[in-house]
Nanobody
Framework: VQLQASGGGLLQAGDSLRLSCAAS????????MGWFRQAPGKQREFVAA??????YYADSVKGRFTISKDNAKNSGYLQMNSLRPEDTAVYYC?????????????????WGQGTLVTVSS
């Protein structure tokens, strides 16, 4: 199983960016997909998740970020709008099979390598 996150970059506050997550080796439609991020010196935190029951977001990104999942393409996306300097982090995509909780990194079975998003003020 492989997940590959891509699309990170250096941006200015207010910019938009779309991250992609390409999955292989698993039946993507059977898995929840999550996005997490980790800023320097901080713990990995939940950003968003896509489940059969809907989409879920951290309060800090609600209304600015949109998660989507294309099972036919084995791909997931995170559209990030109105970026802020505090969004600066390495972003990881992850897949979970029937997670007990979608908000905890420990619930996810597979992880991508991360892509760096840097937002300057």
């Amino acid at each position: 199983v492989q997940l590959q996150a891509s699309g990170g970059g250096l941006l200015q506050a207010g910019d938009s960016l779309r991250l992609s997550c390409a999955a292989s080796g698993l039946t993507f439609s059977s898995y929840d997909m999550g996005w997490f991020r980790q800023a320097p010196g901080k713990q990995r935190e939940f950003v968003a998740a896509s489940s059969w029951s809907g989409a879920y977001y951290a309060d800090s990104v609600k209304g600015r970020f949109t998660i989507s999942k294309d099972n036919a393409k084995n791909s997931g996306y995170l559209q990030m709008n109105s970026l802020r300097p505090e969004d600066t982090a390495v972003y990881y995509c992850a897949a979970a099979y029937r997670p007990s909780t979608r908000y905890s990194p420990s619930s996810y079975d597979y992880w991508g390598q991360g892509t760096l998003v840097t937002v300057s003020s």
